[in-house]
Each structure stands twice: as structure tokens, then as C-alpha cells.
């Protein structure tokens, strides 16, 4: 069922100015005191049975269980919920492109039939096919499409979600899908966190010219993005079919000197370009399907969080990227969707995250961190991720009594009550 969408200043009206409890929970999962990187095994989850939040102005002040915390706060109203429950902090999606126009569903049928992606796009499919379709919608059409992939992503209890441009690649297109973004963010209950990959691709009025069409972006759009504020963070797709590393690095570099963050799609179909994320300090490198040896060692060695994305290697019937082996190498590992009109129609987190863990043998720990508290590192959203005392109140609960049945039903059992900032939203 979908639900009302609130703005974010209705939200914040009805805010409350004193605090309140809520629960009892059967289980809470705080996710708090888990380290960034490496391997977690479920004996470090902390699980508090029959527990409680205590809630003040969007922000948690105290986690602990529900007869201490109402002996402790008398004064504190009381949200009280039926049993049985497991809480967990929002989910956080921390590689969309979600938003988009039209539908890739040819590309998809013949993908299954056998022809390659990338001998899909080189045909005029692919990528440069939905910037045509996007390309032709306007900002308030792009909004409105958002927005209904946002109501079901909070429904499936993601509370936060990164959003990419990239599939405008004019100035003036890539300037019209971040306006949009921003629209949507500002109409719904979701966080979103912009992204700027205005060089997802060379645009066929720049083919042979990739070079030009970064120092475009680099001297027209970067700018106007800043003055209007509409994103902090820049992508690039390094691959074959799209920019090499040499035309990337001297992007990237200038991009981060003017004080956007980097995250940027790396290895996905050949190894090799998350060294130079790690080596440019990217607080992401996404995808890795194709990393070897080499690139786990150096982003396990790096502070650049490594993302994987299931939902891709579903959608392109290919193999997932070697979770198990960047958290036993040591890495930060997060898992987000990639959700796309091309390689990742699905968009369903908690499902592919639970493939992902069935797949490359993660502990529920492993896949928990990997899209709440690991993720809002992904996304430098520090004040979100975990339930503990000065995190936001983002959370949702699970009808169920163990939380090991969350992972165990594979993505079909979904959250029955979900709340932002303390806020009941579902
Ligand atoms: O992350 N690899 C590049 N970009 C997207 C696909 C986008 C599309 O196919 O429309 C990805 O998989
Ligand atoms: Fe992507």
C-alpha cells in the first residue's frame, strides 16, 4: 500500500517539542558501535530485547529498554506498539538513477535473449536511449516520476536515498534532472542526496570529443550547480564504452578542488579504475563486478567505501561483485540498488541485499551495516544509520519476533510501520 506524501515542512510543524518513547520492541537493532570496515560476525550486533527509543525533536536522545526508559522519563509521552516487532534504523540507497523518463523494457528482452548490454548500447539502445526519453520530459514530469519511485522505496522502508543526473548530458539537460531532484526531495518524506553524472556517457554530439565534453561540464555546469546548490557529490561511469581513466583523472581532480565529493562507477566490466578512486580519494567506488586481487588489496588499504550493487548483476544475469572477499580483505562494504531504466529495473534494496548475502555468504550483520550505518558513510550522512542517542530518528519496524526472519524471507517480508524523523510515515 502507498501512503500519503507529507512536505518536508509539514514534517518539521508537527515535530514534537517534548520527548517520547517509543515501543516496547521485541528486538532493536541499533547498529551502533560496528567499526567502518571489515568483517562483522552477528555476535557484534547488538540486539536489546523489549527496547525502546526515546525521541525528541527529530533526534534520538536515549535507547534502552522500555521499562527503564519510562521509570527514567515519567514526563515522556508514550508511542506504545503491539508486539511482536523488530526495529532497525531506515534504510539508506546509496547508488541510484532513479530518476529517469520512458522504459528500457526492448533492451531488457533482448539482454535475456543473449545480446550483450554493451552491444545493446553501441546499437543505439542502452544509456543514450533513455536520455532521449529524458531529454524530451520536463522537470515536473522527471519530479513526478520520482516521486512515485520514492513513495514505494520509503514504503520499502528506505529513508534515505542518492539520486544521480545522467541522463540529460547537455548543460542545460543535466541542470533540468538535478532541478528535478531537488523538486522531488523537497515534496517527499525521503532524504534524497544528489548527484552530479553529467559524464555518465559522451553525449553523441561530443562522440570522438569525450575530452571537450568534460571541460563543458567542468566550466558551464559545475559551477551552476554550485551556485544553485544542487548537488555536493560527482560521478563518472570509467569504462570502455564511456570515459577512460585518462580523460577521468584530470576531471575528477578538478571536480574534487572545487569541493565536490567523489563517488564514481569503477570496474564494472573491466578492473582497474577503483585505484584510481582510491588514489583520487573517492569517498565511493561502485560496482567492482570485475574486480580482481589487485583493486580488493587497495580499497581494502584506502578510506574509499567500497559499493556493491546486486540489483545490476540481477538485471544483467551476470556475477556479483566479490563482497566477501573486500570485507575479508578489510574493506567498507556497502550495498545499494543501482536502480536504473537499464542494468537494474528492480529496485527492491532489502531483496537484492538479501540475495547478495545468500550468494557471497555475509553474516546479517554484513548486509544489515552494508545499507544502514556503512551506507550513510557512502553518502557522509554521519547523523543517520544507527539508533543511538544523536542520530535521527529515522526507523522502521518488522512483524516478526526474531530478526534473523528478515534476511531469512528474502526481501518479502517489509516493514510494517516505518517513522522519519520520529515521525510515524507508514
Ligand atoms: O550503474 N554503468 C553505468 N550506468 C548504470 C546503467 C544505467 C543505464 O543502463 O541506464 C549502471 O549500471
Ligand atoms: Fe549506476
Redesign the pocket.
Known amino acids: 500500500m502507498l501512503f500519503p506524501t507529507f512536505s518536508k515542512s509539514f514534517s518539521q510543524e508537527t515535530s514534537m517539542t517534548h520527548s517520547k518513547i517509543i515501543g516496547p520492541f521485541t528486538e532493536l537493532l541499533t547498529m551502533r558501535n560496528l567499526p567502518l570496515k571489515g568483517a562483522l560476525g552477528d555476535t557484534q550486533l547488538e540486539v536489546i530485547k523489549q527496547g525502546a527509543l526515546l525521541i525528541k525533536n527529530e533526534i534520538i536522545t536515549e535507547v534502552g529498554p522500555f521499562d527503564a526508559l519510562k521509570s527514567e522519563f515519567p514526563q515522556a509521552d508514550i508511542e506504545e506498539l503491539t508486539a511482536p516487532n523488530v526495529a532497525m534504523p531506515g534504510f539508506i540507497d546509496v547508488h541510484t ?1 532513479m530518476c529517469w523518463a520512458g522504459s528500457r523494457a526492448r533492451d531488457y528482452t533482448l539482454r535475456t535473449s543473449g545480446t550483450p548490454y554493451l552491444e545493446i548500447a553501441k546499437a543505439g539502445g ?2 543514450l536511449d ?1 536520455v532521449r526519453q529524458t531529454r524530451v520530459a520536463s522537470q515536473e514530469t522527471l519530479t513526478e516520476l520520482l516521486v512515485q519511485k520514492c513513495m514505494r522505496h520509503l514504503n520499502e522502508g528506505v529513508t534515505t536515498c542518492e539520486v544521480k543526473s545522467g541522463y540529460g548530458l547537455t548543460v542545460a539537460d543535466e541542470l533540468k534532472m538535478l532541478r528535478a531532484i531537488n523538486g522531488a526531495n523537497k515534496q517527499h518524506n525521503i532524504d534524497i542526496v544528489p548527484t552530479c553524472l553529467a559524464a ?1 556517457m559522451p553525449p553523441q554530439e561530443f562522440q570522438g570529443h569525450s575530452a571537450e565534453y568534460l571541460e563543458l561540464i567542468l566550466h558551464e555546469l559545475l559551477p551552476q550547480i554550485q551556485k544553485e546548490n544542487l548537488a555536493s557529490r560527482v560521478d563518472i ?1 570509467i569504462e570502455e564504452s564511456a570515459f577512460t581513466e585518462r580523460e577521468a583523472e584530470p576531471y575528477l581532480r578538478t571536480a574534487k578542488a572545487m569541493g565536490f565529493s567523489l563517488a564514481i ?1 569503477v570496474d ?1 566490466f573491466t578492473a582497474g579504475s577503483s585505484l584510481l578512486a582510491c588514489k583520487l580519494g573517492a569517498v565511493s567506488a561502485d ?1 567492482l563486478e570485475a574486480s580482481t586481487g589487485r583493486e580488493i588489496e587497495a580499497l581494502a588499504k584506502s578510506e574509499t567505501i567500497a559499493v556493491v ?1 546486486p540489483g ?1 548483476s540481477l538485471g544483467l544475469g551476470l556475477n556479483y561483485a566479490p563482497a566477501r572477499k573486500l570485507l575479508d580483505g578489510g574493506a567498507a562494504l556497502a550495498i545499494a540498488t ?1 536502480w ?5 529495473p528492480m529496485g527492491d534494496l532489502l531483496m537484492q541485499a538479501a540475495v547478495l548475502g545468500a550468494a557471497e555468504k555475509l553474516s546479517a550483520t554484513e548486509t544489515f551495516a552494508g545499507i544502514t550505518t556503512r551506507a550513510a558513510a557512502a553518502l557522509e550522512r554521519n547523523d543517520r544509520g544507527e539508533l543511538s542517542a544523536g542520530k535521527r530518528a529515522d526507523f522502521q519496524v518488522f512483524p516478526c519476533d526474531d530478526y534473523r526472519e528478515i534476511l531469512y524471507n528474502q526481501g518479502k517480508l517489509k516493514a510494517s510501520k516505518i517513522w522519519k524523523c520520529g515521525i510515524l510515515v507508514e
Open positions: 538513477h542502452g544509456i533513455t555518465h561511469f562507477h564494472q560496482h550493487l545490476c543501482d536504473n531504466p537499464g542494468s537494474a
